[in-house]
Nanobody
Framework: VQLQASGGGLVQAGGSLRLSCAAS????????MGWFRQAPGKEREAVAG????????VYAASVKGRFTISRDNIKNTVSLQMNSLKDEDTAVYYC?????????????????WGQGTQVTVSS
């Protein structure tokens, strides 16, 4: 499966962005999906994960209550709605697909990765 992330940009602190990940080659309903991010000088970290049906989600503590992951298995897309953005949310965001049947924040559960999309939050 090929993944294409989009929707990044420059936003002021407190603002919102919506990231989208479009999949091709295979339907996303076969995969758990996740969003990860990597800030300069830091390791890649999990942001959110969603199971195949969309019935279960997991979030990093730092984004819980502000970010929402969702999926549309008919449109073959996964989204990340990001609200109340903070400076520390600045990073390159990646979407990923994996074969695990559960919602996961473990990078080892993911087999396919898209290119990143830059999110920059200015204060």
């Amino acid at each position: 499966v090929q993944l294409q992330a989009s929707g990044g940009g420059l936003v002021q602190a407190g603002g919102s962005l919506r990231l989208s990940c479009a999949a091709s080659g295979r339907t996303v309903s076969s995969y758990c999906m996740g969003w990860f991010r990597q800030a300069p000088g830091k390791e890649r970290e999990a942001v959110a994960g969603i199971n195949r049906s969309g019935s279960s989600t997991v979030y990093a503590a730092s984004v819980k209550g502000r970010f929402t992951i969702s999926r549309d298995n008919i449109k073959n897309t996964v989204s990340l709605q990001m609200n109340s953005l903070k400076d520390e949310d600045t990073a390159v965001y990646y979407c990923a697909a994996g074969s695990a049947p559960w919602a996961s924040r473990n990078q080892n559960d993911y087999d396919y990765w898209g290119q990143g999309t830059q999110v920059t939050v200015s204060s």
